[in-house]
């Protein structure tokens, strides 16, 4: 019988939660500024992404925002101009955010678990998402925000360490580091289907919740 690692190698991917097994040696989230960040994101050698990328994809935004948005990993559009979610995807992120009165840069930082495109846009592998986990607790350490919204499966099991599914995830505040979390859909997944749209909006109304009773009205 297969056990549950064989089944997921089997499928060509990787179980996300076992990320802190193989996470390289990197410097402490405590130890980089956003100039160093940068450089060691586009300098980085810790996975073998770093031989099929074309740059790193730090992130976009404003870098003292309050709400910090992060998804899976550049696709092809992103590797090329080097910004997160600029393609049809980033269109649908930017009407998401536009529902709840938000707008990509004001108040909102944008980035992904992996920095480094996977070819073909095929599933991060733990060893790629454990190269990059220093580069986003970095990121969040810098930033500060008040509230975390991940984008789709990949991006909440990471930061959630579990492998529960997606559907089990949303729907309710979670918290990674003591900053709480919601979950959502991926906008590609939301593109290709669109029944889950509403789900989707259900999440963005938590999130805005959430985020309005950390921040009351003076």
């Known amino acids: 019988m297969l056990s549950r690692d064989d089944v997921f190698s089997e499928l060509g991917i990787g179980p996300v939660w076992r990320l802190r097994e193989t996470a390289p040696e990197q410097s402490a989230p405590g130890t980089y500024t956003w100039d160093t960040l940068a450089d060691a994101v586009a300098r980085c050698t810790a996975c073998k992404l770093s031989t099929t990328r074309t740059q790193g994809v730090l992130g976009v935004g404003d870098r003292n925002a309050d709400w910090l948005i992060i998804g899976e990993a550049p696709g092809a ?30 108040n909102v930082y944008i980035t992904n678990v992996l920095k ?24 969040i ?48 997944y939301l593109l290709r289907t669109l029944s889950d749209k509403a789900r989707a909006w259900e999440d963005l109304c938590l999130a805005r919740r959430t985020y309005t009773s950390l921040t009351p009205d003076p």
């Not at 393609?87 to 009407?95: P, V």
């Not at 073909?120 to 060893?127: A, I, K, L, T, W």
């Not at 350490?141 to 509230?147: F, V």
């Open 77 to 106: 559009d992103e590797d090329r101009l080097g910004e997160p979610f600029v393609g049809q995807a980033g269109k649908l992120l930017d009407a998401m955010l536009a529902s709840i009165g938000l707008k990509r840069g004001d």
């Open 116 to 139: 480094s495109r996977p070819p073909g846009n095929r599933n991060p592998e733990p060893d790629e998402v454990a190269a990059c986990r220093p580069y986003l607790l970095a990121q």
């Open 141 to 188: 350490e810098l930033i500060q925000p008040k509230l975390i919204l991940a984008l789709g499966r990949f991006a909440a099991q990471s930061l959630l360490d579990t492998d529960e599914a997606i559907a089990r995830l949303r729907g309710r505040v979670h918290r990674f580091q003591g900053v709480p979390l919601v979950v959502t859909y991926h906008p590609a």
